[in-house]
């Protein structure tokens, strides 16, 4: 875990630090070490699933792109050729003590704002905060693989990127994956150059986008005085963390965007300059590339930044002109996209849903008691044009909800598609829109905006801020609920039935590799038959399910047939020579009873088969207990 966050560091604090620079020039040293990684993260993110969907990714192509991105975010951050004209700089100097630069009234404000909120940090509720975002690497120290069974399919994708350098099916099988491209990439570099297998690659990089997510949101929620507030919001729900236990890691990473959102839009529509659009239109591209839910809920914090603008008569400003176009054309080629090269796969899928309504029940079970806090922090806010925004926006998450209440309506193929992206939206739309409304109620200092009243710095004991010995009191119980929840998640890593696959299925990995050259191995097509970094000298016949699979030609189907009925002709006609077995599954049932299979190696039960045609063979009888 060391290893993958020392890399990622290393390659993405330069790029990082450029855009926060551009992005939240009143920054301190503080703010930036937490934006940085978020940040940086998102960049890196994008460039690798963008090399593979131009078909350009390898290592060597990443290592290339990341020399030139990190000499470009030199040259910015040492350029100055700019100086005393860009918004942003003049913001830097000024928070710099440089008081020539505070002539512009707007700035001075802010400044005032910013300097005020950095000198009432509170040192142990920044310690508590770190301690919990901590947390979320110590998962892949404790245990050596997920839980869930995402992974797996994840995991498969980053092996075959790692020896096709493209998202081909793996295999016996013809055809290729349609799925977002940048996290199995990311994960495939991380696995290529500290070597490491590509389930720990995917779960570690998993962890570590969660971490820098927690910190995006603390540096983003730090320039509106709620910082670690939102740290402790987050805790009171299970959301995105129930959703990267349970290894939906692309999902939870594509919220990284959010945290460039946050930094845009939680202000002034008339105060947005045309870095922020850059930025912004930056950020849509690479949360798409991770995952559509991100860009899908990034894109609606957009529309309720507009709304906020024209319904309380603001002055649309350029900046904030330019990234409604901008946002608007990107959404327009990506809705293209999805029409005419996704949507007609799904011409015969209804709308699924698969946990039922997200915007009743499970919304309630994972984000309930956020949703409380949430509901009476709108109440007490409800004067303030940003808690108006942030409640608009989670007003049209909970409307997305709806697509889920009109399942098997198969009319029109794009509302299926949707419903298939969005299908647990209740784990993870709405945990950071509740987290950063709450947070506002929660802190005794924020910038907010009256309705007609301007910019105001709140302090302690102004009206909507909740008691501070109630405050007190959540605070004890969010770190009462943490250490719980801490110890539970340490002893449920002792637990390894608790996991899809056995060690032995790991274990018996390792036997692959002396199988013969073009050797056809038969794995069941369920979570322990799919295996990952297989030897490239050999082929297996079941692939995971992940996204849209576009499947020209598999003998999977053929292969269990001819196993079920002993069909010697079949197989050998289809030149099947081994087939690998868990005590999870079914299959080794049928090959126990053949004549014609022998067991290679046994561990604990995971067994390697060898096809022997001549037959005579040890063969199990099993009898059936009433």
Not at 599 to 606: A, G, H, K, Q
């Amino acid at each position: 875990m060391l290893l993958t966050v020392a890399l990622i560091l290393v390659v993405s604090l330069l790029p990082g630090f450029a855009l926060v620079r551009i992005l939240d020039a009143s920054s301190d040293t503080f703010r930036k070490l937490l934006l940085m990684p978020a940040l940086g993260l998102l960049l890196i993110f994008g460039l690798n699933g963008l090399l593979l969907l131009l078909k350009m990714w390898s290592v060597f192509s990443v290592v290339i792109c990341l020399l030139i991105i990190n000499g470009l975010s030199m040259m910015q951050i040492k350029s100055t050729s700019d100086e005393g004209t860009s918004q942003w700089r003049i913001l830097e100097s000024a928070m710099n003590d440089n008081l020539n630069s505070l002539s512009d009234k707007e700035i001075g404000d802010e400044v005032a704002a910013q300097k005020w909120f950095q000198v009432n940090r509170v040192t142990w509720k920044s310690v508590f905060a770190f301690i919990i975002c901590l947390s979320v690497l110590f998962i892949p120290i404790i245990q050596h693989l997920p839980f869930g069974v995402d992974w797996i399919g994840f995991s498969v994708l980053s092996g075959q990127i790692v020896q096709t350098e493209s998202l081909n099916l793996s295999g016996t099988n013809i055809g290729y994956w349609t799925y977002p491209p940048a996290y199995p990439a990311l994960s495939a570099f991380i696995g290529s150059v500290l070597n490491l297998d590509s389930a720990v690659a995917v779960f570690e990089l998993g962890h570590y986008s969660l971490f820098a997510i927690m910190l995006g949101i603390w540096g983003a929620m730090d320039r509106n005085g709620a910082g670690v507030e939102a740290i402790f919001a987050m805790v009171l729900g299970l959301g995105i963390f129930a959703k990267t236990f349970d290894s939906g890691y692309p999902t939870v990473a594509s919220q990284l965007g959010l945290v460039v959102g946050l930094l845009v839009l939680l202000r002034q529509t008339s105060v947005n300059v045309k870095h922020h659009t850059r930025a912004f239109i930056i950020a849509v591209i690479c949360v798409a590339l991770i995952h559509p839910t991100g860009a899908i809920y990034l894109g609606l914090l957009m529309v309720s930044h507009i709304i906020i603008g024209l319904a309380g008569k603001e002055s649309i400003g350029d900046g904030a002109r330019k990234i409604l176009i901008a946002s608007s054309i990107l959404l327009l080629i990506a809705a293209t996209i999805a029409l005419l090269k996704i949507a007609p796969r799904m011409l015969d899928v209804a709308v699924f849903a698969e946990y039922g309504w997200q915007g009743g029940r499970p919304l309630l079970f994972y984000n309930g008691i956020l949703l409380i806090f949430g509901l009476v922090a709108a109440y007490r806010l409800r004067n303030c044009i940003e808690a108006r925004m942030l409640t608009i926006w989670i007003s049209l998450l909970w409307l997305l909800t709806g697509i889920h209440l009109i399942e098997g309506f198969d009319k029109v193929p794009i509302l299926s598609l949707l419903s298939y992206t969005l299908y647990s939206m209740s784990i993870h739309a709405f945990h950071i829109p509740l987290t950063v409304l709450v947070a506002l109620w929660l802190s005794p200092t924020t910038n907010l905006r009256i309705e007609g009243g301007g910019n105001r710095v709140l302090t302690y004991g102004w009206n909507p801020y909740l008691n501070h010995k109630v405050v007190s009191t959540i605070i004890i119980a969010i770190m009462l609920a943490f250490s719980s929840g801490l110890m539970i998640m340490i002893e449920m890593s002792q637990h390894d039935e608790l996991r899809p696959i056995s060690d032995s299925d790991i274990e018996l990995r390792k036997s692959l590799t002396d199988l013969p050259e073009g050797s056809i191995v038969y794995s069941e097509n369920t979570h322990w038959g799919h295996l990952w970094d297989v030897p490239s000298h050999i082929q297996l016949t079941s692939i995971p399910t992940l996204g849209l699979v576009e499947l020209e030609s598999s003998i999977q189907g053929e292969v269990t047939n001819a196993i079920k009925s002993d069909d010697i002709d079949s197989l050998s006609q289809l030149a099947v020579t081994h087939a690998i077995t868990s005590p999870r599954g079914v299959m080794q049932f049928f090959l126990a009873k053949s004549q014609y299979w022998n067991v290679m190696e046994n561990i604990d039960s995971s067994k390697l088969w060898q096809f022997i045609p001549s037959g005579n063979q040890s063969q199990s009888n099993f009898i059936a207990i009433n």
